[in-house]
């Protein structure tokens, strides 16, 4: 499932580029009504992969974020990266990195952070990756998301216009007469 389209399972959102990096907790962050669209997750085993698009799908809806499918209308879409490694201390860090694409397909941010875990005990840095680990990076990354969404301004509505393509004012497009 690395590089699997994930719309319909979760969908984020970020812009602005500008870099964020997850060094400290963050507070949960709700994020209603910006519809975002995860594109794809790579670099981890199917397996670790699964569990994370699953648990980053609970994250975006505790958030209220807005999940559409991966062809469906969306303000930003997201392409996520995942990567496991030993740490100086024995542990095990769950990497993420996510790339935050607006509507014209600019990159509008990207968010990192690191997950800490067990004790590997094997030479595969993935069998250090537990559900707890996956659970955190998941959380952190939506918490990451969320934060950006709320701090971009909605797109501006163009102005409504008439049969003619005149522009209507507000008492036009509501009925009465000016």
Do not use: H
Not at 135 to 141: E, G, L, P
């Amino acid at each position: 499932m690395s590089g699997l389209v994930l719309g319909p399972v979760v969908a984020l959102a970020l812009a602005g580029c500008q870099e964020t990096t997850a060094t400290a907790e963050r507070p949960r962050v709700d994020a209603p009504g910006v519809p975002v669209s995860v594109q794809s997750i790579s670099g981890a085993p199917d397996q670790v992969t699964t569990r994370f698009a699953s648990m980053l799908g609970e994250a975006a809806a505790e958030r209220k974020m807005e999940i559409v499918a991966g062809n469906a209308p969306a303000r930003f879409r997201v392409r996520g990266y995942l990567t496991a490694q030993p740490t100086e201390d024995g542990l095990t860090a769950l990497a993420f990195v996510w790339d935050v694409y607006d509507e014209a397909k600019k990159r509008a941010q990207r968010v990192q952070g690191e997950s800490l875990g067990k004790r590997g005990g094997t030479e595969d840095p993935w069998a250090g990756i537990d559900q707890t680990i996956v659970a955190k990076a998941a959380s952190d990354s939506m918490d990451a998301i969320a934060t950006f969404l709320v701090s971009v301004p909605a797109p501006e509505k163009p102005a409504a216009t008439d049969a003619k393509g005149k522009t209507k004012t507000a008492s036009a497009a509501t009925g009465k007469r000016s």
